[in-house]
C-alpha cells in the first residue's frame, strides 16, 4: 500500500490522484509480482486506470486480454480505448448470443470482433467477459498472454478466476472492495473461512494465498461530492479511506420553479442544499412493494423533472440541465422497481433509470433516489443488511442522495442483533451491515423531512 502524504501538507486531489496513478503503472509494467492489487472507492476513475494501464502496455509492446465480469462493462472499455485512442488494435470476443455486443462498436474501424480468441490473434488487445474467456483453453494459444487486466475484481468469484488463470502469466486486478460481493446461486456455507472459498471474490482468495503482492489504492472519489465523500468513505470504506475531488462550493443543484410546500420539494430542497435528503414515512410493516413508498418515490422524480433543476460543477462553466437521464431510482428488489416504473409512468414519466442496486454498480447520476432496503420491514435479514447493497445505493450520485424510508429502521436494527454464525478464518473487511446502517441513518436524520398521506 502506498504511504499517505506527509502530514502537515495540504491535500491536492489531483495529484494525490496522480501519484497513486504513477504508482500502480509502474508495478505493474515494472514490477517483479506476478499480480498488483488496487482498490478504486466509487468515482475514482478505475476506467479510466483500466484504460490508460491497457494502453500503455500495448505501446511498451506487451500485448494483453482484459476480463470484465458483463457485456455491458466489456463494450464500455471497448467504447472508452476507441476514444482515447483510435488507431489501437481492439479484439472483442464475444458469444454467439444474437445480440451479443453493443452495435455502437460496428462503426470503429480499429476493432476486430469475433467468437473465437483465435481470429483476434496478435491485437494489441483483447476484451471479452471473464464467461467467455473461461470456454478459451490455454493449449488452443500460441502462448499465453504476457499481461492482463481484470476489471471488476471484486464482483468476480475466485472460481471464475481460476478457470482463466492459465490464459495469462501477469495481472493488474481493479475494483471496488465496498461493492456487493460476487452472486451465487448455491450455498457456499461449507468453504467459508477456507482459502479456496470459490463463491469468494477473486481479490480476497488471491490475496489469501500471495499476500505479499503489490496493494494500491485510489484515494479520490471524482464522483461523490464533498457533501458525501466523508460518509461513504467512513462508513463503507474504513480500510481504505478517500477523499472527494471537489469541495464544498465546487457544485451546486438550483431550481427554476420554486417549492410549492409539499414534502416532496421540501426534500429536494435539503437534498440540494445539503447533498442528503431523508423523506421519512410513517412506522409500518409493509408488503415489499410498499404502495405509499413506491408514490413517494414517483412524485419525488415528477417534482425534479417539473422544478426544472440545472446543475453546476467543475466540469463546466454553464449549468447542465437536471434531465431524466441523469436521474435514476435504487432499489433492493426486482419487484420494487417493476412498481417504481409502474408508478412513474402514470405521472409521465418514462426516461429515468429505475433499477435494482446490483444492476446500478458501476453507473453515475446527478440525483439519486433511493428505497432504503429495510423500508417497511418486520426483520433484518442478511440480504437487505448486505453492505454493498446500502452503499452501492448511497454512491451513484454527483449531487444529492434523496433517500425514502419508512420510520423505525433504528429500532428494527436493535431488535435484530446478528444471528449469522460466526465463521472461523472470515476476514471482515467492512463494518457490518448494522454498524453501516446505523451511520448512514444518524447522518440521514440531520436531513429528515416527514411525509404526510
Not at 383 to 397: K, P, Q
Request: glycine share 8%; proline share 8%.
Amino acid at each position: 500500500m502506498q504511504l499517505a502524504p506527509p502530514a502537515g501538507h495540504a491535500f491536492d486531489p489531483g495529484a494525490e490522484a496522480a501519484r497513486a496513478t504513477d504508482a500502480i503503472l509502474h508495478d505493474t509494467l515494472h514490477g517483479a509480482h506476478r499480480g498488483v492489487v488496487v482498490d478504486s472507492p466509487p468515482g475514482a476513475g478505475k476506467s479510466t486506470l483500466v484504460v490508460r494501464a491497457a494502453r500503455e502496455l500495448a505501446a511498451a509492446g506487451h500485448p494483453l486480454m482484459v476480463i470484465a465480469q458483463t457485456n455491458a462493462q466489456v463494450d464500455d472499455l471497448v467504447l472508452r480505448l476507441a476514444e482515447k485512442d483510435p488507431e489501437l488494435p481492439v479484439g472483442r470476443l464475444h458469444s454467439s448470443d444474437p445480440d451479443p455486443y453493443d452495435k455502437a462498436l460496428d462503426d470503429l474501424p480499429n476493432v476486430r470482433k469475433s467468437t473465437k480468441a483465435g481470429d483476434l490473434a496478435g491485437l494489441d488487445v483483447v476484451i471479452s467477459t471473464a464467461a467467455k474467456w473461461a470456454h478459451v483453453k490455454a493449449d488452443q494459444l500460441d502462448a499465453p498472454w504476457g499481461h492482463a487486466i481484470v476489471d471488476e475484481a471484486y464482483q468476480m468469484r475466485s472460481d471464475a478466476l481460476l478457470a482463466v488463470a492459465g490464459l495469462f502469466e501477469r495481472a493488474l486486478f481493479v475494483g471496488d472492495p465496498g461493492q456487493l460481493d460476487p452472486f451465487s446461486i448455491v450455498g457456499a456455507e461449507q468453504w467459508a473461512g477456507l482459502s479456496y472459498d470459490p463463491s469468494a471474490s477473486a481479490v480476497a482468495t488471491l490475496l489469501a494465498h500471495n499476500p505479499e503482492l503489490p496493494q494500491h489504492r485510489l484515494p479520490v472519489s471524482w464522483r461523490l461530492p464533498a457533501s458525501a465523500a466523508p460518509l461513504v468513505s467512513g462508513a463503507f470504506y474504513p480500510y481504505t479511506p478517500f477523499r472527494s475531488g471537489t469541495g464544498p462550493g465546487d457544485r451546486a443543484l438550483n431550481f427554476a420553479v420554486t417549492s410549492d410546500g409539499s414534502a416532496a420539494d421540501r426534500v429536494i430542497d435539503e437534498a440540494a442544499r445539503a447533498g442528503w435528503g431523508l423523506l421519512e414515512l410513517p412506522a409500518r410493516n409493509t408488503p415489499r412493494t410498499d404502495p405509499e413508498a413506491v408514490r413517494a418515490l414517483a412524485q419525488v422524480v415528477r417534482r425534479l423533472l417539473d422544478r426544472g433543476g440545472a446543475a453546476t460543477s467543475e466540469r463546466a462553466p454553464d449549468p447542465a440541465p437536471l434531465t431524466a437521464d441523469r436521474i435514476a431510482v435504487g432499489t433492493a428488489h426486482r419487484d420494487q422497481a417493476a412498481a417504481v416504473r409502474a408508478a412513474l409512468a402514470e405521472l409521465g414519466v418514462t426516461d429515468v433509470t429505475v433499477d435494482t442496486a446490483n444492476r446500478l454498480q458501476g453507473r453515475e447520476y446527478d440525483v439519486t433516489v433511493v428505497l432504503h432496503p429495510l423500508s417497511g420491514r418486520p426483520d433484518a435479514t442478511a440480504f437487505h443488511l448486505e453492505t454493498g447493497r446500502l452503499c452501492v445505493l448511497a454512491s451513484r450520485h454527483r449531487h444529492a442522495c434523496i433517500v425514502v424510508c419508512r420510520a423505525g429502521v433504528d429500532a428494527l436494527l436493535d431488535d435484530h442483533p446478528s444471528t449469522e454464525p460466526v465463521q472461523l478464518g472470515v476476514t471482515v473487511k467492512f463494518p457490518d451491515g448494522w454498524e453501516a446502517n446505523h451511520a448512514v441513518l444518524a447522518r440521514l436524520a440531520e436531513h429528515r423531512v416527514r411525509w404526510r398521506s
